[in-house]
């Protein structure tokens, strides 16, 4: 931690070598604001990172391994679409996502110009561009019809255009220069995107198929096998289906969970059912199983559809995990249990 603060005051210091600065970002306020409402403003991002793109189709990244805490989510998406617009190839992701590790610790140091303003050096926003190369080279990466510096997806892209603008993928030695002129800068940019490589899957998701009609839920219904959970388990491997997922496991002999629970999933455990949801496209957000934990969320009544998230309705405690180590990885399958709260197991 100390060395990538060290890192981030040397390339803050070092942006002093770029051109001149001037102008004052826009949307400062709205920054600051947004970071206030932390989860309003992740949220906004995830509402925008879903918009297809033309065709139907939209790129789509997930981290996987040491990286999936590394990045932060609000970036995945728009760094594998940046990467793709300005044709950056392979090392493209992992490069602008090194840029803006060491410029700005992904927007969340606490340092002049990274939210607002700027630094002494001019640099301002979480791709630490100065004014006058923001009037070069910046974007509307979100479409909200500002090119906003201190806007993550519209740094992320900005940044992707310098890079393209200035040889990458071509020459990516020079391109890194161009954005920081230090040698030790290119350096540590390509050392910290070694780290990231290969470790986030991109891809297209294609367009969505139609509806799924369940019909009425009725959760004080306990007619039918396992305590009558399974017909409700039925419904969420037809909205899995849908999206070309398919059922993984349901019965098991396990009677544990990973974190020492008693399985919905054991056999032992006659008045619950569960089901888990994948072979498919794991992309997260918005990737096939992540639409089938969105799907199942919004059928079933559940507050949320990452981590663990559990209800109790009518007779039954529903429960959905995704996106959480939590009683096993739930990062390469959706689990949905269904549990009838009728009886000691
Ligand atoms: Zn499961």
Redesign the pocket.
Known sequence: MKREREDAAGALAAAGARAVAGAVGLKAGLAIAAALLGVLFFLGLFVSASTPAAGGAQQVCAASGALRGEVPANYLPWLGRAAAKYRLGPRGFSIVAAIHKIESDFGRLRLPGVLSGENFAGAGGPGQFLAPSWEAYGVDGDGDGIADRYSVPDSVFATANYLRASGAPGNWRAAIFAYNHAEWYVNDVLEQAEAYQGRVVCRLVGIRAGPVELGRIDWTDTSGPWGGAQKFAELAVRLARREGCSVT?AKRPTESTLSGGT???WEGARHSY???LGECDLSFPDGAADRVARAVAAAFGLPGRTGVVSITRGRYRIQI?WQTYEG?DHYD?V?V?IRNLCCAF
């Open positions: 496991s399985s919905d999933h569960a089901v888990d995990l096993g399958h689990h249990g």
